[in-house]
């Protein structure tokens, strides 16, 4: 194991190196917190039936910023390694494959982690200057960033698998872009298209996140998305750790 977590802060090291990940920081941090000022701004001219935690965790600018970062982050993992040739000593070392692929995933979870903290902050000054409760209850809270973690552990799965296909990061980004928006928005059918029975209502709202984050976000823990996510984000690492040894055997 001392193995693994020695790629895993060579992982965690190389975002603190990389420009890409500063200015994804930033990028994130000022739709966030632009989202949430008009979020603010915008509850305060009518009386609103829903807290400011909710709002925020389902605004269109939140899911825009949200379904982005994950190119971003995941691109470069697999892809920047086989370009740049630095993966040939890295698979002749000692140590397995399957850390290999579990330090890079858990590396881009440990940044994804690092940039969902400060958000917090917006909630603790909300609260500290309108001296009013930000959310219901410390369940909606609770619910809204368990939701975060489970949907950044599937979608950074499936840039990892992204950027293990190709050594072109654009590519890499491309392809983890275009899958997570077509599973994001897989839920959103059921509101655009009339024509479909009850039954294929429920399944597709199975899978929509936004209809998940808004139970969540009002603290109602629900364990099918859990249940949903996580095995969803095995079976992607288990794609991405088969793509690796296949690549590793064509060097």
């Not at 509850?43 to 970062?69: D, G, H, K, T």
């Not at 799965?157 to 997570?180: D, E, H, P, W, Y």
Request: glycine share 6%; aromatic share 20%.
């Amino acid at each position: 194991m001392s193995k693994f977590f020695t790629l895993l802060s060579r992982e965690i090291r190389s975002y603190f190196y990389s420009p890409i990940a500063y200015i994804v920081l930033v990028f994130f941090l000022l739709v966030s917190g632009a989202d949430f000022y008009f979020q603010v701004s915008y509850m305060n001219q009518r009386p609103i039936p829903y807290s400011v935690e909710e709002a925020f965790f389902n605004s269109v600018f939140f899911w825009f910023a949200f379904v982005l970062i994950f190119p971003l982050i995941t691109m470069r993992l697999f892809s920047e390694e086989f370009k740049l040739g630095t993966i040939e000593p890295l698979m002749t070392a000692p140590v397995r494959d399957w850390q290999v692929v579990l330090s890079k995933y858990f590396g881009a979870l440990v940044f994804y982690i690092i940039l969902w903290i400060p958000t917090i902050l917006y909630f603790v000054i909300f609260q500290t200057i309108t001296h009013q409760p930000a959310a219901g209850s410390t369940g909606a809270y609770l619910g809204g960033y368990l939701m975060l973690l489970l949907l950044g552990m599937f979608y950074l799965s499936i840039g990892c698998f992204a950027s293990v296909l190709t050594k072109n990061q654009i590519v890499a980004a491309v392809i983890s872009f275009a899958v997570i928006t077509l599973l994001f928005f897989l839920g959103l059918v059921s509101f655009i298209l009339l024509d479909v029975t009850s039954e294929t209502r429920q399944l597709l709202g199975y899978f929509s996140a936004i209809e998940q984050m808004g139970t969540l976000s009002r603290g109602v823990i629900d364990t099918r998305p859990i249940v949903l996510y996580l095995s969803m984000t095995v079976v992607t690492l288990t794609f991405t750790y088969q793509a690796f040894q296949v690549r590793k055997w064509r060097l």
